[in-house]
């Protein structure tokens, strides 16, 4: 069958200082799950989201038991908030690309959007002069030129 592993690691727990962390980059202890899974057969699909194909339960879940052996000792059991198996039963509802700009479900811009994130096929215009950054956008001389947007 096809199983997935997902992840998530405190980054404070990893690379804030003592009493309180280990002092490590975070970057580091996905580098060393990364090899793990990677040498598991598995593929990551994005972030902490990992699968394989043809591959069986028990094998999965010694895979996520072999991922405590990364350096240092007990580095991911003092760090790890969740890990996780998933049996995948059809890959079929992964509408990524459906929702993606220029997909079936957003084949128009709703409002202003980053120049360089607008497929060349999703029809735009450059943005007027007179217009708010959109909701959540910190203000930054990059965001408050209008040439970097489209609508």
């Known amino acids: 069958g096809t199983y997935g592993l997902s992840y998530d690691i405190s980054t404070p727990a990893t690379e804030e200082d003592l009493p309180h962390g280990l002092m490590i980059q975070t970057v580091e202890t996905y ?3 990364t090899l793990c899974l990677e040498h598991s057969d598995f593929a990551h699909l994005q972030k902490s989201d990992w699968i394989c194909e043809n591959m069986d339960a028990i094998t999965t879940y010694y895979t996520m038991l072999m991922l405590c052996n990364i350096p240092p000792p ?4 003092s760090t790890v908030k969740g890990l996780k198996m998933h049996k995948i039963n059809s890959y079929h509802y992964d509408i990524s690309q459906d929702i993606h700009l220029s997909g079936q479900y957003a084949t128009t811009l709703e409002g202003p959007t980053p120049s360089t994130l607008v497929p ?3 029809p735009s215009v450059e943005h007027l002069d007179d217009f708010l950054l959109p909701q ?3 203000c930054s001389d990059a965001a408050m030129d209008v040439a970097n947007w489209k609508v």
Do not use: E, M
């Not at 007990?74 to 059991?77: A, D, F, G, S």
């Open 74 to 77: 007990r580095k991911l059991q």
């Open 31 to 33: 580098r060393q799950i």
């Open 136 to 138: 959540y956008t910190k």
């Open 120 to 122: 060349t096929n999703v």
